[in-house]
């Protein structure tokens, strides 16, 4: 069966300073990998998604970059944190069939920029 | 407008209660409709999962989907304190594109014992 990790899963990082979230994907190969952020009152935010090894596609201008080093690794990264980048950040896959398609979530990282 | 309005709530039932949670859109390309489950700091978690109209069963849930009406709703029959979480509804249409859903905020629901 497949499984989704996240980590980790809660983070502390004052303005400034660098992030780097590693999502890790088993038991699919070549799945389509997403990073969405929720916060409060806002919702999910779809912020990147890829469909293979170093295909990005970025749905909202931010501080934040994504990169996919191998098939089932997604990272989420900043250079510079800003105080607005706090909230809860899931990574999710998505199983495709002929019958339509699934998106299942990690277990989220909380973010507190501070 | 919007593309997916959902009450965020709180919605508050006593238990045994049936919880009705619905959700409206505005784009009649959307065929593809769930609903999830979100605990607190968890990850949402799929529940119902439909296509076009029609209704779902699945034990205690049932998944409606009035596409005449933009309308899709959940229905929780003899509800329980451990359903209390955020339900949210989820779409999309059938651009087999690789992006992601279109969510609803979702529906803060609370069972009271």
């Known amino acids: 069966s497949q499984t989704i990790h996240q980590w980790p899963a809660t983070l502390v990082q004052p303005v400034g300073s660098p992030l780097s979230l590693e999502c890790t994907v088993e038991?699919?190969?070549?799945?389509?990998l997403y990073w969405y952020r929720q916060a409060a009152g806002r919702g999910l935010q779809l912020l990147f998604y890829?469909?293979?090894?170093?295909?990005i596609s970025s749905e909202v201008p931010q501080n934040l970059s994504a990169s996919r080093p191998q098939d089932r690794q997604f990272i989420l990264s900043s250079k510079k944190l800003l105080l607005s980048d706090s909230g809860f950040y899931l990574c999710?896959?998505?199983?495709?069939?002929?019958?339509?398609?699934?998106?299942?979530f990690g277990s989220g990282t909380q973010l507190s920029v501070l | 407008q919007k593309e997916v309005e959902q009450d965020p709530g709180p919605l508050s039932v006593p238990e045994g209660a049936i919880v009705s949670l619905n959700c409206t859109y505005s784009?009649?390309?959307?065929?593809?409709f769930m609903w999830y489950r979100q605990y607190s700091r968890k990850g949402p978690e799929l529940l119902m999962y439909?296509?076009?109209?029609g209704n779902k069963e699945d034990g205690r849930f049932t998944a409606q989907v009035d596409k005449s009406s933009k309308y899709i709703s959940l229905f929780i029959r003899d509800s329980q304190p451990s359903d209390s979480a955020t339900y949210l509804c989820?779409?999309?249409?059938?651009?087999?594109?690789?992006?992601?859903?279109?969510f609803g905020k979702g529906t803060h629901l609370i069972i009271q014992p």
């Open positions: 989820a779409m999309r249409d059938t651009g087999g594109g690789a992006d992601g859903l279109t």
């Open positions: 439909t296509y076009s109209s």
């Open positions: 784009n009649s390309a959307f065929q593809y």
């Open positions: 038991g699919t190969s070549n799945p389509n």
């Open positions: 999710a896959w998505k199983h495709r069939w002929q019958g339509g398609e699934k998106l299942f």
């Open positions: 890829s469909v293979g090894i170093g295909q």
